[in-house]
């Protein structure tokens, strides 16, 4: 079957009554934080949910947090004039994932590109310029296609954090979008 | 108990330099930017964004 389209997904945040039992992605840890750890961060907004649902069937999530990317060791001597800030605020796509009955129909793209819908929203009400993610390693390539930096040359996990200037490439969309 | 979700990314020496110059010159890949265009005209027909 071909790619869906973002019109065929319907997106809804995790609540109490969202039955996520049958999820099963390719990766044994996000089941795990789907199923034991997601409604509770709900809960405690520690973290905040959405699960992304094809002709009633659960297809995949992701969840968002707040984050920050601090750029630390660059002392004064070796510092840019133009490198201004040190800390930017960001979102993070702290989890993703597809589930493992559903490949080849562009399912992480739609769920990327809900993500960044939202970051658009909740960029007028507050600072957010980056979006982070932390990949895990098989993932690395998919989110590089889709415009994403490796963070760190050498990652000190077993997931891979990446980046992208998101307020600066849409800056320069919108002016085409007008 | 899942693997807690990390907060802040500290990022030190040569990644902070090589950040630092993304910053002023960041690169996105054709896809990447295929994809923030549709975002922006979706959230702006959902009147999500204006």
């Known amino acids: ?178 | 108990m899942a693997k807690p979700i990390e907060i802040g990314l500290v990022l030190e020496g040569d990644d902070a330099r090589r950040f630092h110059k993304y910053m002023e010159n960041p690169k996105i890949t054709k896809e990447g930017r295929e994809l923030i265009r549709e975002a922006i005209k979706i959230a702006k027909k959902e009147k999500l964004y204006v």
């Open chain 1, 1 to 178: 079957m071909s790619n869906l389209s973002y019109f065929d997904l319907f997106f809804k945040p995790l609540d109490a009554s969202c039955d996520v039992s049958q999820f099963h992605s390719t990766e044994q840890e996000l089941d795990d934080f789907l199923k034991e750890d997601a409604l509770n961060n709900q809960l405690n907004r520690l973290s905040v949910t959405f699960l992304a649902y094809w002709n009633d069937n659960l297809v995949g999530y992701f969840t968002l947090i707040n984050d920050s990317i601090v750029a630390e060791a660059v002392t004064e001597s070796d510092r840019e004039p133009s490198w201004a800030y040190r800390k930017y605020p960001a979102i993070k796509i702290a989890r993703m994932a597809r589930h493992r009955d559903f490949d080849n129909k562009g399912i992480g793209t739609l769920m990327l590109l809900r993500i960044f819908v939202i970051t658009l929203h909740v960029s007028q009400f507050t600072g957010c310029r980056i979006i982070t993610v932390d990949s895990k390693t098989g993932a690395v390539e998919w989110y590089r296609k889709k415009g994403f930096t490796l963070a760190q040359m050498r990652p000190r996990d077993d997931t891979v954090p990446l980046y992208m200037d998101f307020h600066r490439f849409v800056s320069q969309e919108d002016l085409h979008t007008l």
